[in-house]
């Protein structure tokens, strides 16, 4: 039984705290803290039986009985807290983005290299999809052979409001850093170039914000695929999230979920339940199975399945794409490692 | 080359001319008799090269230089059309049904045991329907085993005008004969025993003329396999039509056709197309098939896909069908032997 | 917070168990008795936080501090443990069916008739199914319109072994009597009148217990639409369970649940997933909801969703389709009464 | 009635003959001329009724009677070829592409503005295909609204001989002009700018003819639209043809093609038919319909479908894609205008 204090009760620290309660057999929530925390929280943190609701995650991080912490506090803290969690002997998982900054990204990462029996999990929950871990499946059971062509099609059923845009890093470090994730994941590799072409056509506000919200992004692949994701902040019919491997053996493609099977046919057509409306909903499960194999890892002292690399990489794939925005031009993903 | 004659220019003796004028290689159509030709119809005749157009079908019979004939002209003139054909020795190809009259049918059965090199076949053109072939197919290679279970879903997408229905004989011999010989086709059967349950939902109208719109038949088939063929004389969705059948090694489904595969997301749902309206738009292409295998028939000299034997037992299933309904039981085809 | 104790630990009692514990927010189990219950389900029950496991059932019905026993006790026990529970002044949830014997089930309801606050649920699981409730949604918001077709397809991914058969009541009243109960929930109908083809085509064993394995069963229900519910105890694909209402203004079909929507273009084919493979994957989160909708019509005094009159009629429907196989013929329902 | 001379009779010369002859009422093929006829060739040509074969186009163009002529010689020949046919006063269609020099299809087009009433068509008859004709026809409706994100996947099942490739002007010029065409037509813009990511991934030896079999395509259209295709020169499961249009209002989709509806269920998954195998299976009736509309142009003096802009766009935007993957840098279309 490993024993789990979360930092940080925001809506994604709520989303872990009922996944490990309800879907977690082997894992226990013993303490959460968020500075912020107000009395409807903790009621429902409590409710759901943890002995422990402090505002200092510093708390946390001192209770000897805790095995490994959930930093899901904002964006700019994570790298400071993962290291300090990590110097204090826990196991962390980190939500992603791990930082914006490379260099504080190449901390944590060192950090870890001085503490080798810590288990650090990236909070890339979608590899646990059960569509997208299937695709991945079918490609390492040979089935679509040598990959060629990767399409992930990645489209939110509306935008964030322009002060979230602000803070996220845009949307290439905020939305498509799930999908540049995704396509190392799919494809098992890491990306070498990034070309991407995109426009501001769902909501002028957010180009004032010097935001994109449509994007073709293109991507080759090390291992010589060719990857191509599109984005929109906008899919009027909801939240469209698939991927299709093509290879020199077949293709594997994805539909979205829906809440039900049911086709009504009628004089209008025949028409089907439109896709599960945004992540909560379609990803919730694959919440629940990211924490499994994280405690899996901590009790067993196992590989986790989505360590620093996967949170580094990503990083550095979104800001070559940022700057293949600015200097409209294909960009190595290596450039970045003299950011 | 064969040459042929059509008898009777309605509605689907004109499909036949031209399924043979333009997908039928090795046939030429020489002549049409129809007793109440109008100018425009013989216009669009001539129009596609027939050099006969006549009153009387007597001409074509008498005709040395035709090969076969088309029995296309009201029903109750099928069997004795067909008989003065075989005995002019014609080929006959006889539209659906052959008769209504049991006895009647055994007369064309006779007048063919007395002319064995004549070709005869009857007008069930979905068997050549590419998506019932395909059942089919996959049966004949064993990818289904042994049939169990068959389904067959026949709606149309509007009943008949009243006075049609009066001389049509009813919707078991104008409309779900041709789901009799399908059943016949896909199991590779004969019927046993049918039992039928059936009401009048779409229009008391057709309740008025002795006739139902609405029926579920159940079909024990003489190999073992049960069948069930749900029919209605109205969906609001188009015609739908549609066979399942299922085995000890698996199920073959077939989906309708329609006129493009597009599919539209919104905020509705997602909606492809109705299926194709009627059945010209759905059969085209089954029309066509049978025509070049009943012309391939006549000129190699073998066997046709459809014989004397469906024209019989499809309607003698219609009979049963309509004792079920009238005395409310499960009726043996073969009690239809002494009608 | 509703107290349940559960009367009975086998398979069914262990997935409500789990569905309170994990699923239910307003409820909590107290107890299970099993006079069969040994080590291994006693620790499982034990770790779910479950304070008294005991042999005997009348220990629960004694606690005052339980509001609520479910009995899933094997079926011969159904009627008399709810019985003694309703009288003791629990709440009842009897799992299906209620009983075989119809005087039984009437002793069910007589005591339910003097204890007006008790709140009895029958467990048709189905009817919480997703897709089965979309149809029923689809049907309750006028989108079908009058119904006048309902087909319910539902065949076992295998047969249960002859022992079991044998005390089951047979396949009419082991596995139809969902479909049943299905039929009048999809159309909002009692059930009039029901024939039965009937084969042995998946195992002759089957037949020698007296039993078939394959069926079609045609109802006329009592608002005048018609039903049709094939059954196999065998479909080499998996668990099939499917149901298409069609009515006067458009039809509502439903598909099977798979694991994933992941479809493999190949020089096969293209292959999507076979159906989930029985009740337990397919059905388990309408097992949790069915509870939820239980243990808040105990709470708040409102109506079940399945009570009583729903447990009867399924036994008759499932009665007369058995005399409709002995005797070979329609059955109304109502011959039932006279049993 | 529109009379036709066909200059060339290789494959897609003979498509258009068959296309003219069975489906085109107000048109009839007077004259084919092919410098390399054969005896076979001559002969199928003649069974279908055309009463002149010879070997000099010069004898067609010559003659009083034919009204329009279809260019489908070599792509070297078709711009002089079409410039001396519209000098002789005859309407022309013209396969694709019109030449691989824009100079050449300038000179073209200078022709025709020298003669306005030529009706002068290039043969993009993917414009005609049921599934991309319903994609452009909802988003004319207003259905997508404004044009976002315009995906298309193109793969053909298997590359062509490593000589044609040599003399085919590359994948660009030959298989992705197509999809130029395509996604000018389905989001009704010109293309401004082209970025290529390709690669050898199918066969070597197309890549020591200097040319990519493996490819992905971002447009940036002048309405603003992004577009990205993919190609592949070998899918292994078929032809693949789709096009997805996304947009402010909602999505249009289009699958493939089958020869069926069937869907097999077993004990390996639920398997559809593969795509219909090739452009011959595929676009056959788009083949027909370019053909009615071209003539009906001819016969009416209304516009044709698709221009000589669409021909000169097309291979500007062809060129571009080769200096993208020359440069490694996205290219304006515009700079070809310098070519």
């Given at each position: 039984?490993i024993?789990?204090?979360?930092i940080?009760?925001g809506?994604?620290g709520?989303?872990?705290?009922q996944?490990?309660?309800y879907?977690v ?22 409710n759901?039986?943890?002995q422990k609701?402090c505002r ?12 490994a912490?959930?930093?899901?506090s904002?964006?700019d803290?994570?790298a400071?807290?993962s ?14 983005p791990?930082?914006h900054a490379?260099?504080?990204?190449q ?7 001085a ?6 999990q ?6 646990f ?7 991945r499946?079918?490609y390492d059971?040979g ?16 935008p964030?409001?322009?002060a979230?845009?602000?803070v ?7 939305m498509t850093?799930h ?12 990306v ?6 995109s426009a501001v ?5 957010i180009?004032?914000?010097g935001?994109v919200?449509?994007a073709?992004i293109?991507l ?5 695929a060719l990857a191509v994701?599109?984005?929109s ?7 469209d ?21 049911v ?6 057509g025949?028409?089907?339940e ?15 199975e ?9 009790e067993t002292?196992g590989e986790?399945p989505?360590?620093?690399h996967?949170?580094?990489q ?15 031009r294909?960009v190595?993903?290596s450039e970045?490692?003299?950011v």
């Amino acid at each position: 039984m490993i024993n789990i204090g979360i930092i940080g009760a925001g809506r994604i620290g709520k989303v872990h705290l009922q996944s490990i309660t309800y879907h977690v057999k082997n894992a226990c929530v013993k303490a959460v803290a968020d500075p912020y925390i107000n009395e409807e929280t903790e009621k429902l943190i409590r409710n759901l039986g943890v002995q422990k609701v402090c505002r200092d995650y510093k708390e946390i991080l001192g209770d000897p009985e805790i095995d490994a912490v959930l930093v899901c506090s904002s964006t700019d803290t994570h790298a400071a807290v993962s290291i300090e969690a990590i110097e204090a002997g826990k196991h962390v998982f980190c939500e992603k983005p791990v930082d914006h900054a490379l260099e504080r990204i190449q901390a944590v990462a060192d950090a870890l290299a001085a503490h080798p029996d810590c288990r650090f999990q990236v909070g890339f929950n979608r590899r646990f999809d059960h569509n997208f871990a299937a695709v991945r499946k079918a490609y390492d059971e040979g089935r679509i052979g040598e990959a060629h062509i990767l399409k992930i099609t990645s489209r939110d059923p509306e935008p964030p409001n322009p002060a979230y845009i602000k803070v996220s890093g845009g949307m290439f470090l905020d939305m498509t850093i799930h999908d540049f994730d995704m396509a190392c994941f799919l494809t098992d590799s890491d990306v070498e170039e990034v070309y991407v072409q995109s426009a501001v056509l769902v909501d002028p506000a957010i180009g004032e914000q010097g935001d994109v919200d449509t994007a073709i992004i293109t991507l080759k692949m090390t291992n010589g695929a060719l990857a191509v994701i599109d984005n929109s902040r906008r899919a009027v019919y909801g939240y469209d999230q698939r991927a299709e491997l093509f290879g020199s053996k077949g293709m594997a493609a994805t539909a979205n979920d829906t809440l039900s099977t049911v086709v009504i046919s009628n004089g209008e057509g025949v028409t089907g339940e439109k896709p599960l409306f945004f992540f909560l909903e379609r990803y919730m499960e694959s919440f629940a199975e990211e924490m499994r194999q994280f405690v899996n890892a901590c009790e067993t002292g196992g590989e986790v399945p989505v360590g620093i690399h996967a949170g580094m990489q990503s990083v550095k794939i979104g800001l070559a794409a940022r700057r293949s925005v600015e200097e409209h031009r294909p960009v190595k993903v290596s450039e970045m490692d003299a950011v």
